[in-house]
């Protein structure tokens, strides 16, 4: 950082100069001509300061030029500096400025500093020598390569010093400053007293003179006092740039400090602004303004292709898959598999790849919800079959950071259940089951659970009535939480209405019905301002019909909320193949959906398709991806990149692919 402080010498009334405006130093220098070449603008910490060249005589003007009218240097004055000053050895001064006479070459006026000293010069023609009065403030550190403002101000024989706005200093001399030192025929040398020793090093961003008041009672208290300011020259406050005929060109030479922090993102509080940091997948480089990350320069990811990175071997089929991120932990995938023995699996992503990390036993495993309550980590299994004792639960596991495991934590009686969502409303978690069928009864209750910070465990909050569900998706618009159901088959069709729900005193009521055709998957996402509902359409069948092949090749389609008209209406048709899932990724600037075909009425080998979102145009076909019984999707990303996996219901393998950009 730097430093500010001001000088004020005595309160009197200064005649016959009378001249209360300050005077600015620095700006004086910058109008000599040959300040171009020897002052370089640095930013530092955030602020803007010139780094001086090593030329004294280039760094000097006539005393003249700010008393123009009267050669006589004012009895009462604040002298007013801003400046950065890195370490310097024991012993060692440094000049801020002098006025040194040019015959004589004695300095009538001087500031310099040391390791933990601030030394006033002036001369006393009182004196019987004719030489300089000393004036020192001890135990104050400004080489500390910290901004700093300081304000000195004398008034006779007493001198304070003001640093950063605190409380000042006292010096009392037993004679005053001089009533009337001439400044004729002197020259002022901002950072040296006319020759290289003691030459400052630092970054000077303010030297002012203020004639007859004490700086200190107009510049503070302030914000920032370390950077307060009487006059800055306007080219450290504008950009250091100029553009002319000739084009955009530097005013002068310039450069900018920077530290800049790599891996997961940093805090950005107020001692973090003005720090930089690049995130570790090199999407960006980022800046802290004290309480938010701005980006600065952001690598715009466009999806290129795609390509296999993994076959994962499963046990056996799999019906649905789950990736999540454990803080500290890293990345898991755990899959739904269809098989009993030896059940389903947890993968964990270890050196960029998926690998065997836990087993559970399970019973046709159709579907796994990871959620957190608190610090807690849990994740929820939807059964489709009974056990071996003929109950049929859906079972609760919870994390373990000891054993790195998650163990049976609590089950929950369902029916041949598809799915489970987790969602907060209010601070309360809650737990939605799919339940698609009991015996061949399609048209049961579907079941939403509280948990209940008491006992521990989820409880029965409210009963839906669904036809056959198979999936629920939760989301929120504003103030307002929804609930979706993905009804699949009332027992004679496929044609029926799945129901939005709209959470209304303490419960979910019915918003919207909306036509589906073997609806299988809801998928909630925002567009910028704009919410969507895509809904997969598996099948279209009535008990009775003929079965056609192409009762497989139908319509998905997707919703936009009217806000106005407060209802999701139809917004894009597109064209599927036994379509159950959807999901809806970003990479860089671009939104995407990919879709889940599995079945075209002959072969469960189908192309499943990234569609990327044109604006106007809708999603368009963007990626065509050879699939076999596709039975989910889900995205992620890991510091390695961007990935999709799929599980398969027809073969033992899922596949992660890469989006390589």
């Given at each position: ?52 060249s ?7 003007f006539?005393?003249a ?19 950065k ?20 070459k ?5 500031l310099?500093?040391s390791?933990?000293?601030l030394?006033f ?31 000195l ?22 004679k005053?400053?001089?009533?009337s ?10 950072g040296?007293?006319?020759?290289q020793?003691?030459?400052?090093t ?30 800055i ?46 995130d ?18 952001e ?22 898959l789950?990736?999540f ?35 559970f ?52 009686k ?11 409303i ?37 009963s839906?009535p ?9 989301f ?21 209405q ?36 895509a809904v ?50 970003t990479?860089?600037?671009?939104y ?8 075209d ?25 050879p ?24 073969e ?10």
């Open positions: 950082m730097g430093f500010m402080f001001v000088l004020t010498l005595g309160l009197k009334s200064w005649t016959p100069c009378t001249n209360l405006h300050p005077l600015d130093m620095l700006s004086e220098l910058i109008k000599s001509g040959n300040s171009s070449s020897n002052l370089r603008m640095v930013q530092s910490h955030g602020s803007r300061g010139f780094r001086l090593t030329s004294p005589h280039a760094l000097s006539h005393s030029h700010i008393f123009p009218n009267c050669p006589l240097f004012p009895e009462e004055f604040s002298i007013v500096v801003t400046a000053i890195p370490s310097i050895p024991p012993k060692k001064n440094e000049y801020l400025f002098t006025m040194v006479t040019k015959r004589s004695h300095v009538l006026l001087g310099r500093y390791e933990n000293k030394h010069l002036f001369y006393s023609p009182q004196q019987a020598s004719g030489w300089q009065t000393k004036v020192t403030f001890r135990g104050i550190s400004l080489a500390d390569n910290q901004w700093h403002t300081f304000v101000a004398v008034s006779g024989i007493s001198f304070s010093l003001t640093i950063d706005c605190s409380i000042p200093l006292e010096v009392v001399l037993d005053p400053f001089p009533i030192l001439s400044t004729s025929d002197s020259q002022i040398y901002v040296s007293r006319r020759r020793k003691g030459f400052f630092g970054l000077l961003r303010q030297l002012a003179l203020l004639p007859g008041s004490d700086a200190s009672n107009i510049i503070c208290p302030s914000a920032r006092p370390r950077l307060a300011e009487l006059c020259p306007e080219v450290l406050k504008e950009l250091p740039i100029k553009i002319d005929e000739n084009g955009t060109h530097l005013k002068y030479p310039y450069e900018a400090d920077m530290k800049v922090t790599l891996g997961p993102q940093p805090q950005c509080t107020d001692s973090e602004a003005s720090k930089f940091w690049m570790t997948s090199l999407k960006g480089l980022f800046l802290c303004n004290g309480i938010n990350w701005i980006p600065v320069l690598r715009k990811e466009k999806l290129d292709y795609v390509e296999n990175y993994q076959n994962l071997a499963t046990i056996s089929e799999t019906m649905g789950e990736i991120l454990i803080p500290e932990v890293g990345h898991f995938a755990v899959m739904a598999n269809k098989n009993p023995q030896p059940g389903s699996i947890l993968y964990r992503w270890t050196d960029g790849k998926f690998t065997t990390h836990q087993y036993t399970t019973y046709q495993a159709q579907a796994w919800k990871h959620f957190t309550i608190g610090k807690r980590i849990f994740l929820a299994l939807a059964s489709f079959e009974k056990n071996e004792d003929g109950d049929e639960f859906s079972v609760i596991y919870k994390w373990n950071p000891k054993k790195l495991k998650f163990l049976q934590y609590q089950k929950i369902t029916y041949s259940a598809r799915d489970w969502e987790a969602f907060y209010d601070g309360e978690t809650f737990l939605a089951v799919a339940n698609h069928r009991e015996g061949n009864n399609h048209n049961i209750n579907s079941v939403i659970y509280k948990w209940n910070n008491m006992s521990g465990l989820f409880e029965v909050n409210q839906i669904t036809s056959g569900a198979y999936d629920w998706e939760f929120s618009i504003g103030p307002y939480s929804f609930l979706v159901v993905a009804n699949t088959f009332n027992g004679t069709s496929t044609t029926i799945s129901i939005i729900y709209i959470w209304l005193g303490n419960a979910f009521r019915p918003f919207q019905s909306i036509m589906t055709f073997g609806a299988s998957d809801w998928e909630f996402f925002r567009i910028k301002d704009r919410f969507f509902l997969a359409n598996s099948h279209s069948y009535d008990v009775g019909t003929q079965a056609l092949n192409n009762l497989y090749v139908i319509n998905s389609t997707i919703y936009e909320l009217n806000i106005t008209g407060q209802l999701f209406e139809k917004f894009q048709d597109i064209l599927t193949f036994s379509a159950v899932d959807w999901e809806f990724f990479l860089g600037e671009d995407f959906l990919v879709v889940a075909n599995s079945f009425g002959s072969s469960f080998s189908v192309k499943s398709v990234i569609y990327r979102w044109q604006g106007y145009e809708g999603f368009v076909p963007a990626h065509y991806l699939t076999n019984g596709c039975r989910d999707w889900e995205a992620f990303t890991t510091k390695t990149g961007s990935y999709i996996m799929y599980s398969s219901a027809k033992p393998i899922s596949k992660v692919l890469k989006l390589r950009t």
